[in-house]
């Protein structure tokens, strides 16, 4: 069974640091596109940030220069490393695996991971 | 950015009827567009993708059209479970934007 289970998340001060991980099992994570996606709470769904099959890195404004997605084959872990947090960046935090349909790289999230509360407070 | 609108933001609705939410980008996406639905608590599920494939294992009351800039997500006949809220997200490129999302509750 594909599934996504992250871990990672808590209580961190504003200006503070924390790393998101997100363990793949049921399928390589190495041969797809992943991405993070967070919720506020009461809120949307806002795109955070992106890891293509073939290295390459995206991030949303908001996060840029701040949080690094990267991803450890041998672990079959994504991670989200979260620099410089304002409470802004409370929500809870879902990653997903992108598949792809007659072109693109990314073009739609299945499946998602339960997700992990990251709270920013003081 | 192209900017996602999702509408309404809420309705209401009884078992049975049929309601349609509608996403519109603020540019043409071709049928870069998809749907998700999350139920309380949970994480977003995928429904629709390329805005008219239905997700294995969805209901087949649920449908999704549209291309360019405007799209549909229709529910045929709503059962009970089908009272959660519905995100349309597009991701012809980065960043793969959401629309604001739409509650559908119990009238």
């Known amino acids: 069974e594909v599934q996504l289970l992250e871990s990672g998340g808590g209580l961190v001060q504003p200006g503070g640091s924390l790393r998101l991980s997100c363990v793949a099992s049921g399928f390589s994570l190495s041969i797809y596109a992943m991405s993070w996606v967070r919720q506020a709470p009461g809120n949307g769904l806002e795109w955070v940030s992106a890891f293509s099959s073939g290295g390459t890195t995206y991030y949303a404004d908001p996060v840029k220069g701040r949080f690094t997605i990267s991803r450890d084959n041998s672990k079959n872990t994504l991670y989200l490393q979260m620099n410089s947090l304002g409470v802004e960046d409370t929500a809870v935090y879902y990653c997903?695996?992108?598949?792809?349909?007659?072109?693109?790289?990314?073009?739609?999230?299945?499946?998602w991971g339960q997700g992990t509360l990251v709270t920013v407070s003081s | 950015d192209i900017q996602m609108t999702q509408s309404p933001s809420s309705l209401s609705a009884s078992v049975g009827d049929r309601v349609t939410i509608t996403c519109r980008a603020s540019q043409s996406i071709s049928s870069y567009l998809n749907w998700y639905q999350q139920k309380p608590g949970k994480a977003p599920k995928l429904l629709i993708y390329?805005?008219?494939s239905l997700q294995s294992g969805v209901p087949s009351r649920f449908s999704g059209s549209g291309s360019g800039t405007d799209f549909t997500l229709t529910i045929s006949s709503l059962q009970p479970e089908d009272f959660v809220a519905y995100y349309c997200?597009?991701?012809?490129?980065?960043?793969?934007?959401f629309g604001g999302g739409t509650k559908v509750e119990i009238k």
């Open positions: 997903a695996r992108c598949l792809v349909g007659s072109s693109g790289w990314c073009n739609w999230f299945d499946p």
């Open positions: 997200q597009r991701s012809n490129s980065v960043p793969f934007t």
């Open positions: 390329a805005a008219s």
